[in-house]
């Protein structure tokens, strides 16, 4: 299975400021059809997980441009910059390229 | 507006069984692979079953192969999750997911807890 480490555990930000989050596959995750199927989800409190980012960097519909991915291969990362308060959750990354799909460990985004 | 409304949870004993369902709405739901995604409580997400829009294929996490069975009724817009066996490592939140091979779109997922 793809394990998919995801660095800090935690981060505390303050209102306004930039993030960046770490994620990491144990093998690289360019499908055999040339896309790399790496997506970025945030869980808010009490609330279900949802799609930010898809295929490394495309932002999903209504997400704002603040968030931002970038990486290839192994490596990947999500930004976000101006944090604002609706930003505050556990952020997954997860990878469709293989079989079973399988999530990071997640990072929790906290306010500083 | 695309909606995935999970049911059929609740608390069970070992060993037992349960099914659960995903209504889906807001979209040509034939058209789109699903999948099951479960988390324990105060634990991350894992992914644990797929199944193509067709039924054609269905794929399971080792951790429920050979226990829980996927399934759909694309006549009434409906997924499924068969558990049987069920032990105390599955005591999680199901959330049912549209989208392959990402989830753009998720229920408010449907509790299940094992315990005797």
């Known amino acids: 299975d793809v394990v998919m480490t995801q660095t800090p555990v935690s981060l505390s930000v303050s209102l306004g400021g930039q993030v960046s989050i770490s994620c990491r596959s144990s093998q690289s995750l360019v499908h055999n059809n040339g896309n790399t199927y790496l997506s970025w989800y945030l869980q808010k409190p009490g609330q279900s997980p949802q799609l930010l980012i898809y295929?490394?960097?495309n932002r999903f519909s209504g997400i704002s441009d603040r968030f931002s991915g970038s990486g290839s291969g192994t490596d990947f990362t999500l930004k976000i910059s101006r944090v604002e308060p609706d930003d505050l959750g556990v952020y997954y990354c997860?990878?469709?390229?293989?079989?079973?799909?399988?999530f990071g460990a997640g990072t929790k985004l906290e306010l500083k | 507006e695309v909606q995935l409304v999970e049911s059929g949870g609740g608390l069970v004993k070992p060993g037992s069984s349960l099914k659960l369902s995903c209504v889906a709405s807001g979209f040509t739901f034939s058209s789109y692979g699903m999948h099951w995604i479960r988390q324990a409580p105060k634990k991350g997400l894992e992914w644990i079953a797929l199944?193509?829009?067709?039924?054609?294929?269905?794929y399971y996490a080792d951790s429920v192969k050979g226990r829980f069975t996927i399934s759909r009724d694309n006549s009434k817009n409906t997924l499924y999750l068969e558990m049987n066996s069920l032990r105390s490592e599955d005591t999680a939140m199901y959330y049912c997911?549209?989208?392959?091979?990402?989830?753009?779109?998720w229920g408010q997922g449907v509790m299940v807890t094992v315990s005797s």
């Open positions: 295929k490394v960097s």
């Open positions: 199944i193509y829009y067709d039924s054609s294929n269905k």
């Open positions: 997860g990878q469709g390229t293989q079989y079973p799909y399988t």
């Open positions: 997911a549209k989208g392959v091979p990402y989830f753009d779109y």
